[in-house]
């Protein structure tokens, strides 16, 4: 593939042959897993009870699609998940932007802050089952504060990252505050604030399944606690594995978008 | 458009609560459509002349006029290129050269067009699509050189616009700014560390002080125009070189 970079510098074709395997590869990652799992069970090293065969956990899948039992927890946690992360996002952008504004803001707010961050999430996720019901509710507001920590640091790294002499350039172009928003500060921080959305967007799958964890009618969470308990282990795999899937797609749904937004990067290194 | 200083004096917050004088005071005009460079040793004060000249500075006392417009934020008709090109990686060639049209309101499609027209006198023809990073320091100070065309200012300021790029396209750019601004006569006032360069360009040489700068030289330069790289061999350039030079070397004791 690359043998003839002597006459050819290899930063002249970066997306030369070797993307496509580095594509493929987590793929085979995957693969490779399976098999593993397969032969584990098929060995019999682990009880099957402890660890199903992939056979009999794809079986499970099959049946809970058919009854709809999947599609109707996930349902739940999606939604959840829809309101939640977008809540916590906007919430994170506003008070980081302000905060990276106002420095005052910011001696005046991270106690509550950071208190808020260094409390685990579980332990204060039955305080809001307490107050928003058991109702989808209060997984919104949980996932929304799970999401929310991760926005407003990266806002705040990147709003202060925009530089100086680009800021002095718009102020002598007689730019309006809302310019110097959109065409400085916003592309400025970007690259930042994507990053806070990727890791956000895992999290956010966290946030609603501890909430569900807690106390809740339906949802992802609430299916692995009744699997669990009714000793359905494939039924608690093909739970765990669909939320791994909702968070991977989400990310990959973020990476996309920053792929597309950040041509500029791809071009400039 | 004719500058006015007036007794104008900027300090900073050293720490300890005092203030370090950084400039002045120091009192000239600046004529209508006059080149004017400034000359000093580093940290005289140039930039933060320029800063002031630019409205993004305010200035400790005194006052700077433009016109008759006391400037205190920056005015439209005045325009700064600075030390670097200072372009938005994240835009285009195209798209920073058209900020400050796309500031102003103008349509896309138009300012493009403006945009276009522009680009093969700054011998950018073709890279209108690239990214800052993907030119050279040379081309990237042109593309910065067109932002501030675009702005259709009546007085620049540069502050060292070419002090990052290698002598040969200092002067290649130092001559093409001559050779844009013949077109539409301004004001210009350049800072820069290279003597032959403010020779070369100016019509009249400010030298400045050390700390806190002050006017300690004021020399004309009747060197006709148009001026051309082949001048700094002239016995009459060599001369204006050595008074410039003498003047900021009576500094250094």
Redesign the interface.
């Known amino acids: 593939m690359a043998k003839n970079e002597s006459t050819q510098p290899e930063i002249a074709r970066p997306y030369a042959n070797g993307v496509v395997w580095r594509r493929l590869s987590p793929l085979a990652t995957v693969l490779v897993l399976i098999l593993v799992w397969h032969w584990i069970t098929d060995w019999q090293l682990v009880s099957r009870i402890l660890i199903p065969p992939p056979a009999q956990v794809l079986q499970s899948l099959a049946k809970a699609l058919a009854d709809g039992t999947l599609a109707k927890h996930a349902g739940t946690t999606l939604g959840e998940m829809m309101l939640g992360l977008p809540l916590g996002v906007s919430i994170g952008l506003a008070i980081g932007y302000a905060i990276a504004k106002a420095p005052l803001l910011e001696y005046i707010l991270s106690p509550i802050i950071v208190a808020f961050q260094s409390t685990p999430i579980v332990a204060y996720a039955p305080l809001l089952i307490i107050i928003f019901g058991t109702g989808p509710s209060s997984k919104v507001v949980t996932t929304a504060v799970i999401v929310f920590f991760p926005t407003l640091v990266n806002t705040i790294v990147g709003i202060r990252g925009v530089?100086p002499?680009?800021r002095?350039?718009?102020?002598?172009?007689?730019?309006s505050r809302w310019?110097i928003f959109r065409?400085?500060e916003l592309?400025?921080a970007?690259p930042v604030i994507l990053a806070g959305l990727k890791t956000s967007a895992t999290l956010a799958v966290i946030g609603a399944v501890v909430g569900e964890f807690v106390g809740s009618g339906s949802g992802l969470g609430v299916l692995v606690i009744s699997a669990r308990s009714q000793y359905d282990t494939p039924l608690v795999y093909v739970t765990v594995l669909t939320m791994t899937a909702i968070a991977l797609s989400l990310y990959s749904l973020v990476a996309l978008v920053e792929w597309r937004v950040?041509v500029?990067?791809r071009?400039?290194? | 458009m004719r500058l006015r200083l007036q007794q104008l004096a900027v300090s900073y917050p050293a720490p300890g609560g005092t203030l370090l004088p950084a400039l002045g005071p120091i009192t000239f005009d600046i004529a209508d459509d006059e080149f004017l460079c400034l000359v000093g040793p580093s940290g005289c004060g140039k930039s933060t002349l320029i800063?002031v000249l630019?409205?993004?500075l305010q200035p400790t006392a005194g006052s700077a006029y433009c016109g008759d417009a006391l400037i205190d934020r920056?005015l439209?008709d005045?325009?700064?290129m600075?030390q670097?090109a200072?372009l938005?990686?994240?835009?285009t060639v195209l798209d920073n050269i058209a900020?400050?049209l796309?500031?102003a309101g103008v349509a896309e499609s138009e300012r493009h067009q403006t945009v276009r027209e522009l680009l093969p006198q700054l011998n950018l023809d073709g890279f209108e699509l690239a990214?800052?990073?993907?030119l050279s320091g040379g081309m990237a100070q042109r593309a910065a050189l067109g932002r501030v065309i675009l702005?259709q200012p009546r007085i620049w300021l540069l502050d060292e616009p070419f002090g990052a790029l290698d002598a040969l396209t200092r002067e290649k750019l130092s001559l093409e700014l001559l050779r844009l601004r013949q077109r539409s006569r301004q004001t210009i006032v350049l800072v820069t560390h290279d003597i032959s360069e403010a020779v070369l360009l100016a019509d009249r040489i400010i030298v400045l002080s050390r700390r806190p700068g002050a006017v300690i030289a004021d020399i004309a330069i009747d060197l006709p125009r148009p001026r051309f790289a082949a001048m700094i061999y002239q016995p009459e350039f060599l001369r204006l070189t050595k008074q410039v030079r003498e003047s900021i070397e009576s500094l250094r004791d």
Not at chain 1, 168 to 173: A, V
């Open positions: 530089s002499r680009l002095d350039l718009m102020r002598s172009l007689n730019a310019q065409k400085l592309p400025s970007l950040l500029w990067q071009r400039s290194t | 800063r630019a409205g993004l920056p439209p005045i325009a700064i600075f670097d200072n938005m990686p994240w835009r900020l400050p796309e500031i990214y800052p990073a993907e702005q």
